[in-house]
């Protein structure tokens, strides 16, 4: 397995986000943060050392980097409620802890380094190793199903969609042809058909072929966006006033949920046709559309340069 030194994205803006909300907090009661998807606690890490008395709530549904970060906090196991879970379980979560309302919650969405540069999990085509991308290896189905069982056309959804691959018919095509021969369970194998299937024209631009099938697979595996569009209604609705969410997200259809999400959120809740003031919004923007990690940033951590930040504030009860 190759080793990569985890690097958290934006860290500095997102604990200067978060933190805000956090200091903010009445001192009798402890400000909690929810990190909704732990992974290596490098983001969490930082705003335990810098916010006294912080109690934080680190969900992962991926049992090895729950193990990790359980060591790395081990300094402040005292204030640390580390739990297996997906994150549209967040209410659930909360309400076993007997949390009412918390000041700040994360998602950092996608594929952790952690599971990148594991061949065995088989997220990267990269790496020779077999067709899991599961970010729970203990449940679920695998990108091996999918890839052996589903349909072309139900591949060709699953790319189109998910993957925005503009020859998903062709490639699924591919895929049905070479698993009548023998079941396809290599990455790179997967990886080689891929990049068949594409024009050789197209080949020659936009990185790896096979990066937009091995996304869709990913999304399709652990029904990201899904969880997504369960989780962030769910957030909102924990935060207290002055309360925070930021998101980073690394391709377009997370980052399009999150944007239409904030913007409903942002919006008054008087009904436009009714002849009075309306209600003003619960909820307002800390960031002015998406930010983008700084140069220098991608330049040292390559993974950064994809990620784009959206941050948002409740302001009063309500909706």
Do not use: W
Not at 31 to 37: K, Q
Not at 202 to 220: M, S, V
Not at 264 to 284: G, H, K, N, Q, Y
């Amino acid at each position: 397995m190759q080793h990569t030194t985890h690097v958290p994205v934006m860290a500095s803006r997102v604990v200067q986000l978060l933190a805000a909300a956090l200091h903010t907090c009445d001192e009798k009661k402890p400000p909690v943060l929810v990190d909704a998807t732990l992974g290596l606690a490098g983001h969490a890490a930082q705003l335990l050392a810098r916010v006294p008395g912080l109690v934080l709530v680190g969900l992962d549904r991926d049992p090895g980097a729950l193990e990790r970060s359980q060591a790395r906090l081990a300094a402040y196991a005292d204030r640390i409620h580390l739990v297996h879970r997906r994150y549209d379980h967040i209410s659930a979560v909360l309400a076993e802890l007997g949390i009412e309302r918390v000041q700040g919650v994360l998602f950092d969405l996608g594929v952790s380094s952690m599971q990148l540069d594991d061949p065995t999990r088989g997220f990267a085509y990269s790496y020779d190793g077999g067709l899991d991308m599961r970010m729970d290896p203990t449940n679920g189905i695998t990108a091996e199903e999918v890839v052996n069982t589903y349909s072309a056309a139900a591949l060709t959804r699953v790319l189109r969609e998910y993957g925005q691959e503009r020859f998903a018919s062709r490639v699924a095509g591919v895929i049905v042809r070479a698993r009548e021969k023998a079941p396809l369970r290599s990455s790179t194998v997967l990886a080689e058909l891929v990049r068949s299937a594409i024009p050789a024209a197209t080949r020659r631009t936009g990185g790896h072929p096979a990066k937009r099938t091995f996304q869709a697979l990913r999304i399709e595996v652990n029904a990201e966006l899904e969880a997504l569009q369960q989780a962030l209604p769910a957030a909102l609705d924990a935060l207290s006033v002055g309360g925070r969410v930021v998101v980073l997200s690394y391709q377009s259809l997370e980052d399009r949920i999150v944007k239409r999400e904030f913007a409903r959120r942002c919006a008054s809740s008087t009904p436009l046709d009714l002849p009075v003031e309306p209600a003003p919004a619960a909820f307002e923007l800390l960031t002015r559309g998406s930010e983008q990690p700084s140069d220098t940033e991608c330049a040292t951590n390559p993974r950064a340069s994809s990620a784009r930040l959206r941050a948002i504030q409740r302001v009063r009860e309500g909706e």
